[in-house]
Each structure stands twice: as structure tokens, then as C-alpha cells.
């Protein structure tokens, strides 16, 4: 499940030069995008996706980069430096692996074929995903703050997930450098024609958490 030493030098090819470290873990990334849709069809993976997700894969390949850097020569001795988490980023890969594993639990039969159960089971995997982003998050000293599934009430107050009268946001990013900087991810899937957000909607979430919400649209 780990990219080859072959996409390796095909991304550091495309990267344009050795010292484009940048622009080669953009395209070592999306190497490693196209290997996460290779997850073993097992169903406990499935139901709790704590294994072989975007996190393990991209620890895993950086371990692996440098031993291929060794290999070829690049630096030796020296440790490439460790790219930092962009928490956005990671968010929207994990809207991508929580709504292929439902296509798969749904495939399975695991999942009914309505767009409500097939939503929330998205939702299922999106939530654990997001919770491991912010605990990699923690380890790796980051500035950034995952909330998975933070619920208000009318006067903006954190309650329990669904109270009664309150909303939820699936997913919210802050910054500890700027304790203003907040913002809020909605996973939206669709069967074709995406719904936005409605406008008293978003206007109900600026009141309660102060921001409008960032919708991450998914087909089913």
C-alpha cells in the first residue's frame, strides 16, 4: 500500500530538481492520494478506520523517502526536513477517504442505499478521521486545532453532540497564534446536484460560532 520507489523518483522527477523539496512532497502526496483508494476490503477496517488511513500512509512514506534519499545519494546524513500538517488540506483527504470507505460499506451491503445512511455513515468516518488529524496534530507541535462535530446553542455555547436547539459543525480548525482565526467544514454528499448551505443557515451558524461555514462537497 505504500508508494514504490518508482513513484518516489517519478515525483522527484516531476518536482523539477532535488532541491524542489516543496513542490516534491505536493506531488509525493498525490502519489500517495492514488494509494489510499488501495485499502483492503476488510470489514472491521472499514467500520473503524483507525488503520492504513491518510496519516499512517503519509508517515509511512516519509519514513520510507528517507531511506530512498540515502539510496540515491541526496544529502547523506542529513534528514529532509518533515513538511508541516496544512489541517485544510488534510481535511479534504479525509473527505475523500470517508466517502470511499461508505461507497465501499455500501457495496458491501453494509449500508442502505439511501443518501441519508449513506451520509451518515460518511459522516462516521469523517468524524474519526478528523479526531486522528488533531491528535497528529498535538504530536507534531502544530499551531492548529481539529474540533470533529462541535455543537452550539442559540447563545453560542458548547453543548453535547445534538442537543436540543443546537447546531453542528462537522469539523472546526483553529490556530493558537490567532485566537480569532476560526473555521468551520461541512461534508455535503450528493448524488450529482450539490445543495448548498441555505442563506438563514449560515446566517444561524454566524451567530452561534461566529463564522460561516466552508461546505466540502462529495458524490456518493
Known sequence: LVPSAAEYRKAQIEAHGDADWAMFFLTL???????????EDRHEELESPSERTASDLADRAYADSQLFFAAAGVAPGKSVPKPAID????INRNADIATELARRAAGRGGVSA?????????H??????NERLDRRLVSERSPFRVSAEEF??????LVPRHS???????????DARNPLHL????????????RRISGPRQVDFEARFGVSVREIYRTR
Open 29 to 39: 502526496n498525490q502519489a500517495i492520494n492514488r494509494y489510499l483508494f488501495q485499502i
Open 87 to 90: 489541517p485544510i488540506q488534510a
Open 114 to 122: 439511501t443518501p441519508q445512511a449513506f451520509g451518515s455513515r460518511s
Open 124 to 129: 462516521l468516518y469523517f468524524k474519526r478521521l
Open 152 to 157: 452550539r446553542d442559540i447563545s453560542g455555547d
Open 164 to 174: 436540543k436547539g443546537s447546531i453542528g459543525a462537522d469539523v472546526v480548525v483553529r
Open 183 to 194: 473555521e468551520i467544514l461541512d461534508l455535503r454528499t450528493h448524488g450529482g446536484t450539490p
